[in-house]
């Protein structure tokens, strides 16, 4: 497995590699809901690709950079262990150089949601995957629908411009009680575990709301605020039931609809999602 931390570097390396190509972009810090999709790319490609890439632009001036949980030895180990033959790895003067002054837009499907409550994130992430898709030219790129919104933005992105990548993606991963697994689970001590738990319950309500027939989304909000609302160290942001395609709300969960969270556990922000309806 060859590591490559510039650019240049990535671009001469990687007409030695035969097609397809598989990548999976990642901030490191790896788990096994970013393994799933390395397993897939191994899998579908001839080359498989990851990117480590902690990516400043997409992160709130009050968000969690500078303490976002790191282990590049760790992450190149379980990487190797799944037969990856590249590791793209640059740091933030690599990707950001001196004078670096675009950024690019996603509308609509961007604004909604975590859009709406992290200004200027999605701006930070369409660019950045822009930015390595055009680096690494994948043939096919992996996502996990834990991000649901940002895999629309990234499949909108794709197509609008051009950039003739397949956007696969694959199903979240759960800890056994339930929890999605998420790099930023390292901070949770036991009691916040414990809490968080109240996320996977309230789309666990959700379901068997809906197999029991109710499709008032603002009944089923409702219930579930009520259960997530009963746990104290819960705070939480927003609990949208929307169509899965648009992300506009909805009234009636008459069509496949996405059902998604942003609640924080003490000082840690958790998002959580399931479609219903598809
Ligand atoms: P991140 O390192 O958090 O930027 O995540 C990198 C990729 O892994 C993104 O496509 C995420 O959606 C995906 N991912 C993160 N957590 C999970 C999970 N629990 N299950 C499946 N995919 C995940």
Redesign the pocket.
């Known amino acids: 497995m060859k590591v490559i931390q510039t650019v240049a570097d990535f671009r001469l390396v990687q007409r030695e590699y035969p097609r397809s190509l598989g990548l999976?972009?990642?901030?490191?810090?790896?788990?096994?809901?970013?393994l799933?999709?390395v397993r897939r790319c191994r899998e579908d490609n001839a080359t498989a690709v990851a990117s480590?890439f902690v990516?400043p632009t997409q992160f709130g001036p009050s968000e969690d950079l500078s303490t976002y949980p790191r282990d590049m030895e760790g992450d190149l180990a379980k990487l190797e262990a799944e037969g990856v033959d590249l590791v793209f790895a640059p740091d933030v003067s690599e990707m950001y150089q001196e004078g670096f002054d675009t950024t690019i837009d996603v509308g609509d499907i961007a604004r909604r949601l975590e859009g709406e409550h992290r200004p200027g994130h999605f701006q930070g992430v369409a660019t950045v995957v822009c930015k390595l898709l055009t680096i690494v030219r994948p043939d096919n790129v992996?996502?996990?629908?834990?991000?649901a919104q940002?895999?629309l933005v990234i499949k909108r992105l794709n197509a609008d411009l051009d950039l003739g990548a397949e956007v696969i993606?694959?199903?979240?991963?759960?800890d056994p009680d339930g929890l999605?697994?998420?790099?930023?689970n390292a901070y949770l001590s036991d009691g916040d575990h414990e809490a968080a738990l109240s996320l996977y319950r309230s789309l666990r309500l959700a379901e068997s709301l809906y197999s029991e027939g109710v499709r008032d989304g603002d009944a089923m909000r409702r219930e579930m605020l009520a259960l997530l609302e009963s746990e104290p160290s819960a705070t939480v942001e927003y609990v949208s039931i929307a169509d899965a395609v648009t992300l506009v709300e909805l009234k009636s969960l008459d069509r496949p609809s996405l059902i998604s969270m942003a609640v924080r556990i003490g000082r840690v922000r958790l998002i959580d999602n399931v479609v219903l309806g598809a």
């Open positions: 999976v972009p990642t901030m490191g810090y790896l788990h096994e809901g970013h799933s999709l480590i990516n992996y996502f996990g629908q834990k991000d940002q895999c993606v694959l199903p979240t991963v759960r999605a697994m998420s790099s930023r």
